[in-house]
C-alpha cells in the first residue's frame, strides 16, 4: 500500500466511525470545509488531509469556510452595518474595544459560526463575543 492509499483508508474509517451526536456538533460541515480548503492548497491528497483535520475541529473553530467568504461578505454588504473606526490595524487576535462596536449574528446558512461579525475599518470580522477579539478577517 503507498501512503497515499494508506492515508486515504485512514480518512475514509475515521469518517465511518464517526457518530450521529458528532455530526450534530460539526464534524462534517467541519470536514467539508477542510476538505475544501485542503483541495484547494494542495490537490486530491490535501483535500483528504485537510477534510479528516476539519472533521475533528470542524466544531471547534466555527470560522467561516473559504468557500463561504465571498457569499458571506456579500450578505454582509447588502446588510448596510455601521464601520467601527478602530485606531489600530485589523487584525486577527485584535482585542476590540468594549463599547461602539456594534456586533451582529452569523445566519445559519453560512455553517456553524461560533462567532459575531462586525464591519471594522470597512473590513468584515468575526469576532468572539466573549473576549471581542477578532479571530477571522473575512476578504
Known amino acids: 500500500m503507498t ?9 475514509l474509517a475515521f469518517c465511518l466511525t464517526t457518530t450521529v451526536s458528532a455530526y450534530a456538533q460539526g464534524v462534517l460541515p467541519g470536514a467539508k470545509n477542510g476538505a ?12 483528504v488531509v485537510g477534510g ?13 469556510g473559504i468557500k463561504e467568504k465571498p457569499r458571506f461578505k456579500q450578505y454582509v454588504i447588502e ?12 487584525t486577527v487576535g ?21 462567532y459575531r461579525y462586525a464591519v471594522v ?7 468572539d463575543p466573549s473576549t471581542r477579539q477578532i ?3 473575512v476578504q
Open 36 to 47: 475544501e480548503q485542503g483541495n484547494d492548497a494542495a490537490g486530491p491528497v490535501g483535500g
Open 3 to 11: 501512503g497515499r492509499s494508506i492515508l486515504l483508508a485512514s480518512a
Open 79 to 90: 446588510q448596510h452595518p455601521q464601520s467601527f473606526r478602530y485606531a489600530d490595524p485589523v
Open 121 to 127: 475599518n470597512d473590513e468584515v470580522v468575526l469576532v
Open 52 to 64: 479528516a483535520v476539519g472533521a475533528v475541529t470542524g466544531g471547534i473553530n466555527g470560522l467561516i
Open 135 to 137: 479571530v477571522q478577517i
Open 94 to 114: 485584535s482585542v476590540l474595544p468594549s463599547g461602539g462596536v456594534q456586533y451582529y449574528e452569523v445566519p445559519a446558512e453560512y455553517g456553524h459560526v461560533n
